[in-house]
Structure formats: C-alpha cells, structure tokens
C-alpha cells in the first residue's frame, strides 16, 4: 500500500486543480459567446432564495429567470446576485431583472450586472 501511497497524494491534488480549471474556462467561454453579439433585454423572476446578509449590509440572493425569444421561453437557474437588504422587497416573484443573452444562442445568458437598475 506505501508503494501507491505517493501517486494518490498526487493524483488527488492535480484532478482537484484540474476541475477548477474546467469550471472557470466553463465560465470564460459563456463570457466570450455573449461578448460576440450580445442582446441586453429584462426577464422575468421565477423565483429566488435569499442568503444571509453581511456586515455590509448586502445579501447575495439566488434567482431563476425566464425570458423569451422568438416565442421560446428560455430559463436559467440558479443564478447569484448580490443586493442591499433593503431592495429585498423590489426582488420579488414576477419581477423584472436586466440579463445579457448571446443573439445565436439564448441559452447562454446571465444578469446584467452592469445595468444602471441594479446600481444603488
């Protein structure tokens, strides 16, 4: 068993790094799809989860949306977003949320962080 012992200890680490790495290129690659012809509309809010707030006085809270494109309606779960604890209230269910969408392919979306109402 000691004879294999040091190809775990190695093994372990590297995959672990390795699916790290994946993750973020998973991520890289959908920011690259919606930077080539990117469609900034509202969709709609599912429903949504709130966290725990900070010291701060900000809450991250996980959503899902729904939009529609040439009479498909896309959804996309599980999403993050970071808010003040007062604007709780306005993030409700069937409220509207500012997403970017790739124009080739809906399915590659995510909010819109960047759009001037979610800015305080």
């Not at 290129?25 to 709130?50: E, F, H, N, R, T």
């Not at 899902?64 to 604007?87: A, P």
Request: aromatic residues 14%; without cysteine.
């Amino acid at each position: 068993m000691s004879k294999y012992s040091g190809i775990i200890a190695i093994i372990a680490p590297v995959l672990l790094i390795g699916y790290f790495i994946i993750y973020m290129l998973q991520g890289y690659y959908v920011y690259l799809k919606i930077k080539k012809d990117p469609v900034y509309i509202k969709a709609k809010i599912d429903s949504y989860v709130p966290g725990r707030p900070d010291d701060m006085g900000k809450v991250d809270i996980t959503i899902t949306y729904s939009f529609t494109v040439d009479k498909k309606v896309y959804t996309k779960e599980k999403q993050s977003l970071n808010i003040n604890t007062l604007d709780l209230i306005k993030d409700q269910v069937a409220k509207e949320v500012p997403i970017v969408y790739y124009r080739k392919d809906p399915n590659y979306s995510k909010i819109d962080v960047y759009d001037e109402s979610l800015r305080n």
